[in-house]
């Protein structure tokens, strides 16, 4: 197995037989150690027959619930080779019409009429959801044939052709789904020119257009929030159109165009922005290009800065602009969309106001953003700036970082620091659900008195190297548990009762995510970060902590800016929530380190990032990441309000927006309309 099972209810991390040793599990699937599972794994699991043989069927029995977050796998990549190093795709056992998410259910896939000979037979699993099961493979002997007439693959090799069977799964499914929205489209994607179909149906499209709209190119006003389809149909074509803003000093805001190449070839445009705002206001122009999403379809998602962009017939591209308030006053500016001789017009008028909200106003939040993770190992400055760009002042130091129990090295620890300014809180993880960070030291065993009196002389050290090196106004917490469950719970509990009796001061954080650690952890702690599900939320014990909140779900690109990420901080204020937060800022799971705009998302299940590796270390941003970063600057204004009107006026009107989640300008009315009265 290229991946050890890593589900701790099932077979454990040493199991390498239950596979294949004839027990099919009795009871529930996941909980019996004769079914190993990973979570948020693809695996590639070959088998060897000893010699070479012939195979008549290969089978792979598996379970799903999808409301627990297990699904049948999405797909099981066979694959036979006489050596072990030259292989041949034989076809995908889970590619079947029963293949559908739904209620608790076995079952048992089968590839049959394989009809070749081989020693060695590979499966590459890839999930459909967080975790995939298996308790069996069988490989059924049949008559010896020929060899396959299909191309070899190295053993190197293999996950890249399994990426690529993946890539063309999607586009045919992307090109299936665009064909249902067009009247009397027919398409055929058995023919492996994926590429030439797709460009077949925005030709047809830019067609319609023509001869709709009776001209090259449609720009009209979007919402900077909303989905654009691919194949978009535009309601009308304006000369000229109008944007008013109104901003904090030093606020942002976002506006959003979308252009529509109606004619029947390619189209260059140039966009430019005059400086007429310069002084008061900065303006800066995104072109947001399509990724893949869930569901086999593409969205508008990484902002990438426009200047010349190229349109293809019958294409819609977005591009959103960015209002950053400098100075107080009112301003115009305008931005220029020209092709050939026809020119269209934004005009953007902005008021800055003599207005800003004190730090303490921004609600807190909480990304788990690793500067050692894959996708920011090489550029953690640009990480940490863009970071503080978006409000983000809460640091969640990660176990590798933090100095162990005996340790009087703090180099790894302030040079990770290093990279952050004007930090507020400071969370040293020090993942204690292992035994060894546990105990802490060479002999240590936790909560004995020798590991007390050494905890108490490693508290206090860290204490006073974090405040000689800049941190001294930094709130530190400790975050011994993340999402702490089981017998955890009891040493967790432990270890808040006897250090808050012995150090004065100390600080927990902890995040939570089941009943049983809610009702123990959160009346000890000092920050509670909950995840965001309703019974989680109700009837919460007695408790004087700060509580916060978190979301977890993925693919992350697929997410609604608006209502999932902007309106998370808008929710936080209606319920008296002084946090918030999702995983995660970079993480693109095991099997894809980074989140590059030209990759494929083989891997859904895995996509958390809210933002994309740009070149020369860079970091480009999302329209997730920049509406989550609005709802922050949205709570702050709605504790301007609440100060001058009434928490109760505010509340209602936090409540007036959350009500209509599916009106995507609710916010900003909203807003102008808090602004206008301050």
Known sequence: MSAIPNYSRSAPATDTTSLTDGVYTSGN??????????????????????????????????ARNTKVGVDFPKDVFAFVSNDGESFKYIGDIANTTDNTTGSYEVKKFVLGKVNTSARYVTLIVVPKGKLVFCDEIEILAGQKNAVLSSPSVSKSNLTNFADSLLQLDFQKNNINKLAENISGAVVNTSDADVKSIKDNLFQNHATKLNFQFKTNFIVEAFNPWDSLNELHDPIKASDSLNYAFTILQNGVQYGAFVITNSSLSSLKFDIETNNQA???????????????????????????PADKEDINAGVSKLFLFKVSGKSAGSANASVFVKSGNKKIILNIKTDVLNLSAPDNYFVNANIWAYLNYPMLADRRAEAA????????????????????MQSDSYTKLLDYLS??????KILLFTKYVSVANRNGYNGGEFMTTDWKKNFIQWYNNLLQVLAKNGYENADIYLYPYDEVRGGDIKDFVALLQWAKKTIPGIKFYASLTNKEAVDNIL???????????????????????????????????SLSPYTFYRLMAWQAFENDITGIGFWSYADEGKNKTLNLISDNLNDPASSYSAIYDGPNNSIISSRRWEAFSLGIEDYAILKLYSKKF????????????LSNPTDLYKADAARNSMLKNL
């Open 278 to 304: 310069g002084a008061t206001a900065a303006i800066e122009i995104f072109n947001v290009p399509f990724v893949p999403g869930a569901d086999y379809s593409y969205v508008a998602d990484p902002l990438i």
């Open 385 to 404: 700036k863009d970071l503080a760009l978006h409000h983000i002042k809460t640091v969640v130091i990660p176990p590798s970082v933090v100095p162990g």
């Open 523 to 557: 009346p000890l702690v000092d920050v509670a970060q909950l995840q965001e599900r309703p019974n989680y939320l109700n009837n919460l014990p007695a408790h004087t902590c700060e509580l916060w909140t978190y979301h977890n779900a993925s693919p992350a690109r």
């Open 646 to 657: 009434g928490i109760q006026k505010a509340k209602d009107i936090a409540n007036s927006v």
């Open 29 to 62: 699937f996941w909980t019996k150690t004769t079914t190993v599972g990973w979570l948020r794994r693809q695996v590639a699991i070959t088998i060897d027959l000893n010699k070479i043989q012939g195979i008549g069927s290969i089978s792979f029995n598996t």
């Open 419 to 424: 990279n952050f300014k004007g930090v507020n």
